[in-house]
């Protein structure tokens, strides 16, 4: 059985955003994701959290290959863990010129808490295009478009269930900052 992988670095930042005694870190918004999901439309906010030098839209190098990683929250959603929409791309490259190599989306309108939505392991591909982007250091950022089907998961550990389907649209528009 393989483990859904895709969204739970960036959903683990979540946890980064509420701070022990539940007293909330001070936080910003440095961008947005806009999506239909299944029929419902959805805005998100990607953050950052300033006194720790950390974001929910992030790119990371590792050798040749660069990871984005694109977490947007729900601004009305009674908690921050809600209604979280993860968008992850891998580039094969370091500059704006890299080619896309794989992206995946997944939504999680219960935090942690099943049910959640992948497109990893659903057998469905996802399109992205991207309009911009800058992967340098002080002005690091990305604009583009993604559509994905994402299928029901009832656990970390459970089967996919790949009638249980939502189609995922949108556009995203963020600044990056470097992974830590």
Known sequence: ????????????????????????????AIGEVVAV???????????????????????????????????????????????????ELTLMGNDSSAPLTGAEVSWWPEG??????LSEGSGHSVEVVIDELSLE?????????FSGLTCRQDGMFEEMDTNDCLSIEGTFDTTLLEAK
Request: proline share 9%; aromatic share 4%; charged share 15%.
């Open 1 to 28: 059985m393989k483990l859904p992988l895709a969204g739970l670095g960036a959903l683990g930042f979540a946890l980064c955003l509420i701070a022990p005694a539940s007293t909330p870190l001070a936080r910003s």
């Open 112 to 117: 942690m808490d099943p049910p959640f939505y």
């Open 37 to 87: 999901i299944d029929g419902t439309s959805y805005r998100g906010e990607t953050l950052t959290v300033p006194s720790e030098g950390t974001s929910t839209a992030e790119v990371m190098s590792i050798g040749p290959v660069t990871i984005i990683s694109i977490q947007a929250h729900d601004p009305e959603a009674d908690s921050i863990m809600q209604n979280v929409l993860s968008i």
């Open 137 to 145: 250091d002080s002005d690091a950022a990305i604009k583009g478009s």
